[in-house]
């Protein structure tokens, strides 16, 4: 059975940082592109960053360049956010998402962690 | 980078009823074009990908149509259980920055 768990939200002072974890397991993890969706409370989905399945590919979305990174490790199979110089508008559940093998879509989705930037 | 538009922002039907739900993009997009489903407090679920594909395990009064610009998602006959939110993603296979961009989304109400 394919699982996805994320671990690592919490509660962070604006300008702090982060680190989100995804725990995969259930399939080769190695062999599939990941991405990671945030949806702030009581808003839509927002797409925030994808890394292909050897992690030489990697797209940010501009609301997130600079200060967050994605990363994987394919031995551990985990794929990570780090998050950094963290605004309130960053308040969200992250999700972590996989890729579909043979098509564009989001397959499996994690169950969630949320974030919260506040003083 | 690519734009969806996606409407109506809600919608309210009856048990029964034929729900259409719009997504347009920016420029073609061909045939990339997903649709989740989100109930509160759960995370989305891949019904429809590549416009027209049933995901597996998905009942087959959800379905999904389009093309290029254009595209459409229908429940053919309410159930209560379909009471969600739903988004259309689209995909660049050429992406410059942005490979990927949701919709609105469209929450789905009983009448």
């Known amino acids: 059975e394919v699982q996805l768990v994320e671990s690592g939200g919490g509660l962070v002072q604006p300008g702090g940082s982060l680190r989100l974890s995804c725990a995969a397991s259930?399939?080769?993890?190695?062999?599939?592109?990941m991405n990671w969706v945030r949806q702030a409370p009581g808003k839509g989905l927002e797409w925030v960053s994808y890394?292909?399945?050897?992690?030489?590919?990697?797209y940010y979305a501009d609301s997130v360049k600079g200060r967050f990174t994605i990363s994987r490790d394919n031995a551990k199979n985990s794929l990570y956010l780090q998050m950094n110089s963290l605004r309130a508008e960053d308040t969200a559940v992250y999700y972590c998402?996989?890729?579909?093998?043979?098509?564009?879509?989001?397959?499996?989705w994690g169950q969630g962690t949320l974030v919260t930037v506040s003083s | 980078d690519i734009q969806m538009t996606q409407s109506p922002s809600s919608l309210s039907a009856s048990v029964g009823d034929r729900v259409t739900i719009t997504c347009q993009a920016s420029q073609d997009i061909s045939n990339y074009l997903n649709w989740y489903q989100q109930k509160p407090g759960k995370a989305p679920k891949l019904l429809i990908y590549d416009a027209s594909n049933l995901e597996t395990g998905v009942p087959s009064r959800f379905s999904g149509s389009g093309s290029g610009t254009d595209f459409t998602f229908t429940i053919s006959s309410l159930q209560p259980e379909d009471i969600a939110t739903y988004y259309c993603q689209q995909y660049d296979n050429l992406p410059t920055i942005i490979p990927y961009t949701f919709g609105q989304g469209t929450k789905l109400e009983i009448k």
């Open positions: 259930g399939f080769t993890f190695s062999s599939y592109e």
């Open positions: 998402a996989r890729v579909g093998f043979y098509s564009s879509s989001f397959d499996y």
């Open positions: 890394i292909s399945s050897s992690g030489s590919t990697i």
